[in-house]
Structure formats: C-alpha cells, structure tokens
C-alpha cells in the first residue's frame, strides 16, 4: 500500500537550514506530484510548495520564496525540503502529501509529519 | 491568490444531530475542492474531493456540495468519533490554500 515515511525530529538554531525527507513506498515517486504543508502548534495547515516528480518543476507559496527549495531523487523514490534561514516562527510540523494526479491535485496520501523546532 | 474562507470557526453539536460546515473561494474555482478531517494528534485524511466526491473508504454519513465560489460539508448524524478539525482546500492550482478549520466538538 502507498506509504509516505518521513525523517525523524529536528531541533534547529535561528538562521540555520534543515532538510526533511519523504520517502515514497507502494508507488513510483514520479508518477503523482508532491506538496509540501506545514502546521504551526495549535494552528491550521499551511501550503508550503509543489514539485513535479517528472521533470522537477515546483511552485512554493509566495510567503517562502527564496527560502524554500523542494527537489526529489527518483533513484531512491524520495522528495525532499530545504527551508533556510529559519527563524522561531518556522517552528512546525512539516507534512509531505501525494497529489492525486501527475500535477495540480487533491492529497490522497500523506507522510506522518516532521517536528522542525528552531530555537536558541 | 484566491483567499479559501470557512466557517464557524469551531462548532459544539450533539451526537445524532446534522452538522453543516461552509467554504467560500474568493474567485471560481469549479469543482476542485476537498475536505480533510483532522483529528488531535494526528495527520489529515482525505474525505472528499472535487467538491462532492467522498474517498473510499469514508463514511456515508459525510458529504459534499457546491461549485464555483460557495461549497458545504456536512455530517448527517454526528459521531462520537467525528470530534475533530475540518479543512477546505482548493487545488486547481499553485497555490493550494486552505481554510481556516473548523473545529467539531460535541456537546
């Protein structure tokens, strides 16, 4: 069956870059797109970014353009996100979610989640 | 950007009773809408797509209408089980928004 498994917890400082993994099992990684969403403690769902898993394209919310970077490797059927410069407000459960269709789509599947803390 | 407006915000109901949660989109956006159920603690799960669509696998009791700007969820008899929070979400394109939430209590 489809499963999305994400790397473990990170504790990070202020200014610091982190990247979380999402590794595809039950499917090949490129044949759906991935997005990226995170949730801050106690508050709603937030879209971070797109990736094709074909060609690599991705499109990320206005909010961390030049911040975030969202790549995959089909080699080992996993998508991953780099957010840099972090600062506390980043503190957030980050979600990988397939994308029911080859682009633009509803989530069909989603990784566990990935507690980034920043802090000092 | 189209803005994804839901309301109430949370909401107490009994159990047996209907339960109506709504969406508005700032600009059309056809049918590609989905509702997600997220319960505490855990990751969200999808219960219904392009508006009216319910996943495998979910409960008849939910479902979904609209199109265009305005979209409902409801519960037709709310369950114990229900108590959780609910997410609009638009998708047909970059970026993917989501409501606000509403959070389901039972009184």
């Known amino acids: 069956q489809v499963q999305l498994v994400q790397s473990g917890a990170e504790v990070k400082k202020p200014g610091a870059s982190v990247k979380v993994s999402c590794k595809a099992s039950g499917y090949t990684l490129r044949t759906y797109a991935m997005d990226w969403v995170r949730q801050a403690p106690g508050q709603g769902l937030e879209w971070v970014g797109w990736?094709?898993?074909?060609?690599?394209?991705?499109e990320y919310s206005q909010k961390f353009q030049g911040r975030v970077n969202i790549t995959r490797d089909t080699s080992a059927n996993t998508a991953y996100m780099e957010l840099s410069s972090l600062r506390s407000e980043d503190t957030a459960v980050y979600y990988c979610?397939?994308?029911?269709?080859?682009?633009?789509?509803?989530?069909?599947?989603w990784g566990q989640g990935t507690l980034v803390t920043v802090s000092s | 950007d189209i803005q994804m407006t839901q309301s109430p915000s949370s909401l107490s109901a009994s159990v047996g009773d209907r339960v109506t949660i709504t969406c508005r989109a700032s600009?059309?956006?056809?049918?590609?809408l989905a509702w997600y159920q997220q319960k505490p603690g855990k990751v969200p799960k999808l219960l219904i797509y392009?508006?009216?669509t319910l996943q495998s696998g979910v409960p008849s009791r939910f479902s979904g209408s609209g199109s265009g700007t305005d979209f409902t969820f409801t519960i037709s008899s709310l369950q114990p089980e229900d108590v959780a929070t609910y997410f609009c979400?638009?998708?047909?394109?970059?970026?993917?928004?989501f409501g606000q939430g509403t959070k389901v209590e039972i009184k």
């Open positions: 979610a397939r994308v029911r269709a080859y682009s633009f789509g509803y989530f069909d599947s």
């Open positions: 392009a508006a009216s």
């Open positions: 600009q059309g956006i056809n049918n590609y």
């Open positions: 979400q638009k998708y047909n394109s970059a970026p993917a928004t």
């Open positions: 990736l094709n898993t074909g060609n690599g394209n991705t």
